[in-house]
Antibody
């Protein structure tokens, strides 16, 4: 079964740091671009970051650039999001998602169940 | 960045109705347009990719069309399980961007 399972979401104070993880199974992980997408409570979907199949290219939304770092370990079939200098507006459900194409220009065809990050004092 | 808009923002429909949702991109995105369905408390689900290709396992009552800047998602005969929020997303350029969503609820 193709599956993504996120973990690491907690309650953290503003200015704090957090690392999210996403464990992949059921597909050849290193064949695909991977994404992080978030959804604030009651809001729509916001793309956060992507990483190419080999980790060689990364991109970020302007809202997180310079604060978040995406990475992957293909030997462990795992995706990560290091989140620093957290702000209250980063409070959201964070999903990892698999792109349908190695190029990263497909639809996001597999999603995890999400992990909740709450930034609050 | 490419901006995505959707209309309507919400609609009420009955089981069996034909439903059409429109998505517009702020510049041409060729056919790099994807549609997702999201139910409350659940992760989004890919329905349509590349504007008109049906994702595996998705019922054939869902269809997509369009190219360039204007796209539509059509549900030919709305079923009870289709009441959800629908998002379009462009994958033409980085950053990939989502539309604001269209909520389909029961009339």
């Amino acid at each position: 079964e193709v599956q993504l399972v996120e973990s690491g979401g907690v309650v953290v104070q503003p200015g704090g740091s957090l690392r999210l993880s996403c464990a992949a199974s059921g597909f050849t992980f290193d064949d695909y671009t991977m994404h992080w997408v978030r959804q604030a409570p009651g809001k729509g979907l916001e793309w956060v970051s992507l990483i190419s199949w080999d980790g060689g290219s990364t991109y970020y939304a302007d809202s997180v650039k310079g604060r978040f770092t995406i990475s992957r370990d293909n030997s462990k079939n795992s995706l990560y999001l290091q989140m620093n200098s957290l702000r209250t507006e980063d409070t959201a459900l964070y999903y990892c998602a698999k792109d349908g194409l190695r190029s990263g220009r497909g639809g996001m065809d597999v999603w995890g169940q999400g992990t909740t990050v709450t930034v609050s004092s | 960045d490419i901006q995505m808009t959707q209309s309507p923002s919400s609609l009420s429909a009955s089981v069996g109705d034909r439903v059409t949702i429109t998505c517009r991109a702020s510049q041409s995105i060729s056919s790099y347009l994807n549609w997702y369905q999201q139910k409350p408390g659940k992760a989004p689900k890919l329905l349509i990719y590349a504007a008109s290709s049906l994702q595996s396992g998705v019922p054939s009552r869902f269809s997509g069309s369009g190219s360039g800047t204007d796209f539509t998602l059509t549900i030919s005969s709305l079923q009870p399980e289709d009441f959800a929020t629908y998002y379009c997303q462009q994958s033409y350029s980085t950053p990939p961007t989502f539309g604001p969503g269209t909520k389909v609820d029961i009339k």
